[in-house]
């Protein structure tokens, strides 16, 4: 073989190891600043906790307890709305449990004492009490609008009974309702609902007159209406 023969063997040899090495991973600088993961700011490490929060609705002062989820916000909220009676906030503590699932869903929950309960002032009307609890869910709302850690899209209502009404009418006057949760709500006018509401207990109750008149004097009509079914704690008042 001649010697020029026998360089093109020998670079072509070379050609084919070097075609099925591994190729070289890039060199790093010495110096180069490694890769830096953004360090956890405090609001992205929050505690589940609750903070008291006073606010006005016309003559009204209500005193309630927002409960936030743990993690960073803006959160979701929900509030929360009693039924006829004179309650406090969590529904005088029997609404702690659902409390506790709205937040491990990751909702925050926000729920006051009612007038004259509690540590809120006043005292709602007989003839107006739906609508001054409209109004003071309507001041609610915009108290949780206002705050940063509150996302203003995601403003949800739960309530049963009575709360029923208030929040079907703060519905038809508010654009910032994202969703409602409604519990035993009323599917009838408050005439018929109480008329029907007073019936159903004489007969479960086994009041003789109840009986024997078939409930007829009950009703207006000859018909009766089929029956439808934390770790921190801080206070706010807001102005």
């Known amino acids: 073989m001649s ?3 026998h360089r093109i063997a020998i670079f072509g040899v070379l050609l084919a190891v070097s075609a099925c090495s591994p190729r070289a991973t890039p060199a790093v600088a010495a110096d180069a600043a490694p ?15 609750v903070e008291e929060i006073t606010f006005q609705s016309g003559s009204f002062t209500l005193v309630g307890s927002l409960w936030l989820p743990g993690g960073s916000g803006p ?4 509030l929360l709305n009693q039924g006829s009676g004179m309650d406090a906030r969590a529904d005088n503590g029997f609404g702690l449990p659902i409390i506790e699932r709205m937040l491990r869903a990751g909702y925050a929950a926000f729920s006051w004492d009612k007038p004259g309960v509690g540590a809120s002032m006043g005292h709602l009307s007989d003839t107006r009490v739906l609508h ?14 206002a705050r940063p850690d509150i996302d203003p899209q995601r403003i949800g209502l739960e309530g049963g009974s009575q709360a029923g009404y208030v929040m079907s009418l703060v519905l038809s006057m508010s654009e910032d309702i994202a969703f409602m949760i409604c519990e035993s709500c009323p599917g009838m006018s408050g005439v018929d609902q109480s008329t029907y509401q007073s019936l159903a207990l004489a007969l479960c109750t086994g009041t003789a007159e109840a009986r024997s008149s078939g409930g007829r004097r ?9 029956a439808t079914r934390p770790t921190a704690s801080t206070r706010t008042t807001v102005r």
């Open 132 to 145: 001054e609890r409209a109004q003071i869910l309507l001041d609610a709302i915009e108290v949780m609008m």
């Open 35 to 49: 890769t830096q993961v953004p360090a956890a700011t405090p609001a992205s490490l929050q505690q589940p906790r």
């Open 75 to 78: 959160y979701p909220v929900i």
């Open 3 to 5: 010697s020029s023969a």
């Open 218 to 226: 009950f009703w207006p009509s000859s018909t009766p209406p089929a």
